[in-house]
């Protein structure tokens, strides 16, 4: 080795004799159902929503109701919107979504989710975009529980000398 001169990474994999062979990444394919529509599952915190998107004219509705009755507060539909505003997709599909389980704001965080599984599923291409943008990353952060001999999880009774 002392007699070759290594100019490049391939030509030092050469002279240790390493052969490497890279992997490919994974090729993704459409997921769809027999009705054309692209199903997923988004969760946070204790809420759990069940997606389905297909092509149409941007309508969302959540457990039956319409976006604006079910989610009133502004931030939470904008928080359920960021995934299609990021994929440039805002009018393009509509959202049929039920929803179960925790608060209002766990709800809205679980439909994001699997709004932006969903598009994966429908639009393989988009994944990059989506995953740059944090959309299919679980937020896995739930409440903690409490603890024996304490008020709360980590809240501690007065303390006191007498």
């Not at 199903?39 to 092509?55: C, E, F, L, Q, S």
Request: glycine share 10%; net charge positive; with cysteine.
């Amino acid at each position: 080795m002392a007699d070759q001169e290594v100019q490049t990474l391939e030509d030092l994999g050469d002279a240790l004799g390493v052969t490497e062979t890279v992997e490919e990444a994974p090729v993704r394919v459409q997921k769809l159902d027999d009705h054309g529509r692209a199903y997923a599952t988004g969760k946070r915190k204790d809420a759990i929503a069940r997606v389905w998107i297909k092509p149409g004219a941007g309508r969302i509705s959540v457990n039956g109701r319409d976006i604006e009755t079910y989610f009133a507060r502004p931030v939470l539909r904008m928080i359920l919107r960021q995934p299609l505003i990021a994929a440039e997709r805002k009018d393009q599909y509509d959202v049929n979504c039920t929803v179960s389980g925790g608060g209002l704001s766990g709800q809205a965080g679980a439909v994001r989710h699997g709004i932006s599984k969903a598009l994966t599923y429908y639009e393989p291409d988009l994944r990059g975009v989506l995953k740059k943008g944090g959309f299919l990353t679980r937020d896995s952060r739930v409440v903690e529980r409490k603890k024996y001999g304490k008020a709360k999880a980590r809240k501690s009774f007065q303390f006191s000398k007498r």
